[in-house]
């Protein structure tokens, strides 16, 4: 990856992470917890959203693949905090809350599709290249944290189909899941494969 293109899709990445942060913080505010906007976390500044392990890492990892010393990207943005006791329809609001940062993912993407889409073609390659890349990392995000597999978003799909018993089981036991993850990623990419090359070339036109 050029460095130009290297500086683009970095900053790119922590705007979407910033978004997808922040749409959680937002929607857990208008529900009724105002605990992650009183910490500054309704922000497109990446720093108020900044892990300092997953953020980090996401970063080294990306500098590092663009030199083609890591065959992988991975990492994740400061959880946002919602206090459940404080919404106003906890189990409804708490899957609101957890889906609605895929779905700003999938905006952005949107977003970045129509720029591409609308960019004259004697653009510079390496934005056009660059935006491509933004469509499918936003695609990737969202498709990725809509697997209902804890700790991802989409794990809170399970309170829709498990008891409250069965579903703190689950949440107590998150850890585990994680080798299920891996095994996705590493064995059965396709699962999620298939559904972001889909949507990102429809986004892409």
Excluded: C
Aim: glycine share 6%.
């Amino acid at each position: 990856m050029p460095f130009g293109e290297l500086i683009i899709v970095i900053f790119g990445i922590l705007f979407s992470l910033s978004i997808h942060e922040s749409a959680h913080a937002w929607l857990a505010d208008r529900a009724g917890d105002p605990t992650a906007h009183q910490e500054g976390r309704i922000s497109l500044n990446p720093v108020n959203h900044w892990d300092p392990v997953g953020t980090t890492l996401l970063v080294g990892l990306l500098i590092l693949s663009s030199i083609g010393l890591s065959p992988f990207i991975f990492g994740w943005g400061k959880p946002v905090p919602v206090v459940q006791s404080n919404l106003n329809h906890p189990k409804n609001d708490q899957i609101r809350i957890a889906i609605f940062g895929p779905i700003s993912n999938l905006l952005v993407a949107l977003a970045f599709g129509l720029l591409f889409r609308y960019l004259p073609l004697s653009s510079s390659p390496i934005l056009l290249e660059s935006l491509i890349l933004l469509v499918s990392i936003n695609v990737t995000l969202a498709i990725f944290n809509l697997l209902p597999i804890p700790p991802l978003d989409g794990s809170n799909l399970l309170a829709l189909v498990l008891s409250e018993s069965q579903y703190e089981v689950v949440l107590r036991n998150w850890q585990y899941f994680i080798l299920i993850i891996m095994g996705i990623v590493w064995f059965f990419p396709i699962i999620i494969e298939y559904p972001i090359h889909v949507i990102t070339n429809l986004i892409l036109g």
